[in-house]
T-cell receptor
Framework: ETGVTQSPTHLIKTRGQQVTLRCSSQ?????VSWYQQALGQGPQFIFQ???????GRGNFPPRFSGLQFPNYSSELNVNALELDDSALYLC????????????FGQGTRLTVV | GDSVTQMEGPVTLSEEAFLTINCTYT??????LFWYVQYPGEGLQLLLK?????DKGSNKGFEATYRKETTSFHLEKGSVQVSDSAVYFC????????????FGAGTQVVVTP
């Protein structure tokens, strides 16, 4: 068990709606990252937060946004949902070191209809 | 930009067979290299890692050696079990962007009794 928990585990939304996904990081970890994993593909980096500020972003549009709270928990918000947003969303927490292990949550399966 | 290429699956093996999954990477500098495993319906679990050239990561009978000269990090296991059936992801992470993993597309491994 990694100590990284995500909620909800499954979610169904309608195109055009907004969604908020939540992540509780491993205790003591100051960095949280979010990934989108489409079916049959590897996870794609969305962004990372370090000490409550976004400090790295992948190739995702601004309708993907996030927050990190003082207790290092995090949210991923997606506005104006599109069908292609259907995927497994993974949260990972780690320390601020390139060699440090990252711990992944079990993911939130988002289906947009 | 950074990239990770791993062999396509599925790889189907009999129990006790030898497993190799090839992984090569492109990156500037000296990234850390990782193998993650994903079981059905779950998030990612770290299998092993290596943080510098010639390092060998090992865990649960799996091994991989960081080869700078060939930019490779091939995963091997001498005798697979049915419980090793999963999707395996090779990934890199640069020291200057510690929260961002660049993943390969994943290789599905199916082990039959």
């Amino acid at each position: 068990e990694t100590g990284v928990t995500q909620s909800p585990t499954h979610l169904i939304k309608t195109r055009g709606q907004q969604v908020t996904l939540r992540c509780s990081s491993q205790s003591g970890h100051n960095t949280v990252s979010w990934y989108q994993q489409a079916l049959g593909q590897g996870p794609q980096f969305i962004f990372q937060y370090y000490r409550e500020e976004e400090n790295g972003r992948g190739n995702f549009p601004p309708r993907f946004s996030g927050l990190q709270f003082p207790n290092y928990s995090s949210e991923l918000n997606v506005n104006a949902l599109e069908l292609d947003d259907s995927a497994l969303y993974l949260c990972a927490s780690s320390l601020s070191s390139g060699g440090a292990e990252a711990f992944f949550g079990q993911g939130t399966r988002l289906t947009v209809v | 930009g950074d990239s990770v290429t791993q062999m396509e699956g599925p790889v189907t093996l009999s129990e006790e067979a030898f497993l190799t999954i090839n992984c090569t990477y492109t990156a500037t500098g000296y990234p850390s290299l990782f193998w993650y495993v994903q079981y059905p319906g779950e998030g990612l679990q770290l299998l092993l890692k290596a943080t510098k050239a010639d390092d060998k990561g090992s865990n649960k009978g799996f091994e991989a050696t960081y080869r700078k000269e060939t930019t490779s990090f091939h995963l091997e296991k001498g005798s697979v079990q049915v419980s090793d059936s999963a999707v395996y992801f090779c990934a890199l992470r640069r020291a200057d962007s510690w929260g961002k993993f660049q993943f390969g597309a994943g290789t599905q491994v199916v082990v039959t009794p």
